[in-house]
């Protein structure tokens, strides 16, 4: 006499499930993937990525890099119609930190980070190394932050500053505001500018 529970476990195997993977190969022209199934190491056909995916008059496109870890499901159960329909974080690819507050991005806020390293594709092989330069953009409750490599702006609610380096530019209520540089147009230096009056040359400027 059988156990019955054997019999649903068996059962429940050969059901189509939710069920984690690899992604191995990437069309971004198309936007989709091959992926390993685990625990199998099994590779997929092509499947489309649906994770970071916005169609229509507005699109959002963000194709899964090889060694992401991700989430497929089957369509209307079958086991043989899988679909990407996320990515998930683990040990080795972890939530990115921000440039702008130091930390992962928290409830209510948004965080989209370039250049974080390439996730590792065989066993065995270290992510890659994070980029200095690359991209960010943090949306917050106070202020919108975005960056790329020794520049940034900030967008906050009485003010926006820019900064390159150690130059900085402050707009507010109060007016503009330039230091740690100088100001230029393609005729013209503030700092080396010298005006005319009459044929007597005054001083430079001060304050």
Same mark, same amino acid.
């Given at each position: 006499?059988?156990?019955?529970? #054997?019999?649903?476990?068996?059962?429940?195997?050969?059901?189509?499930?939710?069920? #984690?993977?690899?992604?191995?190969?990437?069309?971004?022209?198309?936007?989709?993937?091959?992926?390993?199934?685990?625990?199998?190491?099994?590779?997929?056909?092509?499947?489309?990525?649906?994770?970071?995916?916005?169609?229509?008059?507005?699109?959002?496109?963000?194709?899964?890099? &090889?060694?992401?870890?991700?989430?497929? +499901?089957?369509?209307?159960?079958?086991?043989?119609?899988?679909?990407?329909?996320?990515?998930?974080?683990?040990?080795?690819?972890?939530?990115?930190?921000?440039?702008?507050?130091?930390?992962?991005?928290?409830?209510?806020?948004?965080?989209?980070?370039?250049?974080?390293?390439?996730? &590792?594709?065989?066993?065995? +092989?270290?992510?890659?190394?994070?980029?200095?330069?690359?991209?960010?953009?943090?949306?917050? &409750?106070?202020?919108?932050?975005?960056?790329?490599?020794?520049?940034?702006?900030?967008?906050?609610?009485?003010?926006?500053?820019?900064?390159?380096?150690?130059?900085?530019?402050?707009?507010?209520?109060?007016?503009?505001?330039?230091?740690?540089?100088?100001?230029?147009?393609? +005729?013209?230096?503030?700092?080396?500018?010298?005006?005319?009056?009459?044929?007597?040359?005054?001083?430079? &400027?001060?304050?």
């Amino acid at each position: 006499m059988s156990d019955a529970r #054997f019999d649903a476990v068996s059962l429940l195997n050969r059901t189509a499930h939710t069920v #984690f993977g690899i992604v191995s190969a990437v069309d971004p022209v198309n936007h989709a993937v091959r992926v390993r199934l685990q625990p199998d190491d099994v590779e997929t056909g092509w499947l489309p990525d649906m994770g970071g995916v916005q169609a229509g008059d507005l699109r959002l496109s963000c194709p899964s890099a &090889p060694g992401t870890h991700v989430v497929l +499901q089957p369509l209307e159960g079958d086991g043989e119609h899988l679909v990407v329909t996320g990515a998930v974080y683990d040990t080795v690819v972890t939530a990115p930190v921000s440039p702008w507050t130091g930390r992962v991005a928290q409830p209510g806020e948004m965080l989209v980070r370039a250049g974080c390293g390439a996730p &590792p594709v065989t066993p065995g +092989q270290l992510p890659g190394g994070p980029s200095g330069n690359g991209d960010w953009w943090h949306v917050g &409750p106070d202020d919108v932050a975005v960056g790329a490599g020794n520049a940034r702006m900030v967008i906050q609610n009485d003010e926006i500053r820019l900064s390159v380096g150690g130059g900085a530019l402050v707009l507010g209520p109060s007016g503009l505001t330039v230091t740690g540089g100088d100001v230029r147009t393609d +005729q013209h230096s503030l700092n080396d500018h010298v005006p005319v009056l009459g044929t007597e040359k005054t001083e430079g &400027p001060t304050g």
